[in-house]
C-alpha cells in the first residue's frame, strides 16, 4: 500500500507480512518517507499489527483510526494524532457486554498530557431472561429504582439516572462482598448493604392499594428517606415472596 499515513504530504509505504493481527487478519510493516528515504516505523507499525487489519486515515482531521475486538462482547476505537512522526493516541472508547444485561462504555481522552478517564453503564431492561419485579421513580430526582431477576436465578438492584445510565448497581463485582438481599415478608421490605451503607426498599399496602414506597438509606447512623413516585410503580415487592433466589434471604 503506498499512502501517506503521516500527513506530510508524502507517500509512505505499507508491507503485508503476514495475518497476524486480531483474528487472524492482515498485518504491516510500515515505512515512513522520511529525508528522501524510506524509514521503518515501529510505532506505525504497532498500529498494523496490534489491532484488527490495517488502520485507517483521515485526511481531513489528520487522524488514524483502529479497531480491536474480543469475541461479542468487547470493542475497542482508538484515535490518534500524529507528533513528530509518533502516532500517540488521543481517544479510546471500550465498549463491553461482558456483564449483560449491563452494557458499559469507558472513553480515555489526551489532552495534551492531561489524561482523562470516565466509564457509563447502561441497563437493558429487555435482556433475555430479564423479569423485571418492582420499578418506581423517586421524587426528589426522578432516578428510577429497578429490581429484576435474571433466569430467575439471581435477584439484582439497580439505580438508573433520568439520563439512561446506571449510577449504582447491586451486587457489586467485589469479592468478599455480601451479595444477598434480606426479605422482611411481615414487613414487606428488601435489604441490602454495600460498604458503610443499608439500603431498605419498603412498600405499603391498605386495602390492596399502595400508599408508600421508596427507599431507606442508612450511611454512619443517619436516615435518609428516598420517597417514590406512586404513579410510577409498575410490578410489587410482594412477588418476591414466591420466588427462590440464590441471593435471596427471607424471613
Sequence with gaps: MYKDFNFDGIKDLAIMDGQFSCYHGPSFRIYLEINNKLTFSPEFTRLAQEYCGMFQTNN??????????????????????????????????????????????????????????KTTKTLDLEYDGLSKILSFNLIKNQKQVVLFSMNDLALNYALIKPNGTVEFSFPVEMTGVDSNFKLNKTKNTLTFKNKNATYQIYQTSKESKVSTIGILVTINGRNYDLKGILNSIEGNLEILKDLKLNNLISK
Design 60 to 117: 481531513k482531521t489528520k487522524t488514524i483510526h483502529t479497531i480491536t475486538k474480543s469475541g461479542c462482547c468487547w470493542h475497542q476505537y482508538s484515535t490518534f494524532k500524529i507528533v513528530n512522526n509518533i502516532p500517540p493516541p488521543t481517544l479510546i472508547i471500550e465498549e463491553s457486554a461482558g456483564n449483560a444485561p449491563f452494557y458499559s462504555t469507558t472513553t480515555t481522552e489526551w489532552d495534551r498530557n492531561k489524561k482523562s478517564k
